[in-house]
């Protein structure tokens, strides 16, 4: 087995974060696995790299920085903090679900829209559309914010 330790320059290429971010988690106390060596360098390993792979997919899925020390703490105490792992991803994990239906829906939306615009009487819809939303304010009593519906 060949043993690999990599410089910060290194890793920051290899987990696509610059050197100023992993600074930044290591200040915030995201990496207390990596180590120094003699000069005062960090030098990560794979298992670092591992580690850093689930902090970045913490970090991108919504988890402020202080949920993930404390995972990163759990980490680091063992086996013993399994359950309270499980309880901070599985919370973790029904925000990202609902944050994912959230964007289908958005995406829902933003397909109609786009089915709209490629009809072949996209201006026909677009026009009624327009014509519902000045009526809807002309209703209420309300100024025609809309330019002109004819176009």
């Known amino acids: 087995m060949i043993l690999m330790t990599y410089t910060i320059k290194e890793v920051a290429d290899k987990v696509g974060l610059s050197i100023y971010t992993l600074r930044f988690y290591d200040k915030e106390g995201l990496l207390p696995f990596v180590v120094r060596n003699q000069a005062g360098y960090r030098e990560f390993t794979d298992g670092d790299l591992n580690l850093i ?83 809807d304010k002309v209703n209420n009593h309300l100024e025609n914010p809309y330019g002109a519906i004819d176009g």
Request: net charge negative; aromatic share 4%; hydrophobic share 35%.
């Open 53 to 135: 792979h689930t902090i970045c997919c913490l970090k991108n899925t919504g988890m402020k920085i202080s949920e993930i020390r404390s995972y990163i703490e759990d980490v680091m105490a063992g086996p013993a903090t399994i359950e309270h792992r499980k309880q901070i991803l599985s919370a973790h994990r029904l925000k990202v679900v609902a944050e994912q239906q959230k964007i289908a829906e958005n995406l829902e939306e933003i397909d109609y829209k786009l089915n709209i615009y490629s009809a072949p009487d996209a201006n026909e819809q677009v026009k009624q559309e327009l014509q519902y939303a000045v009526a």
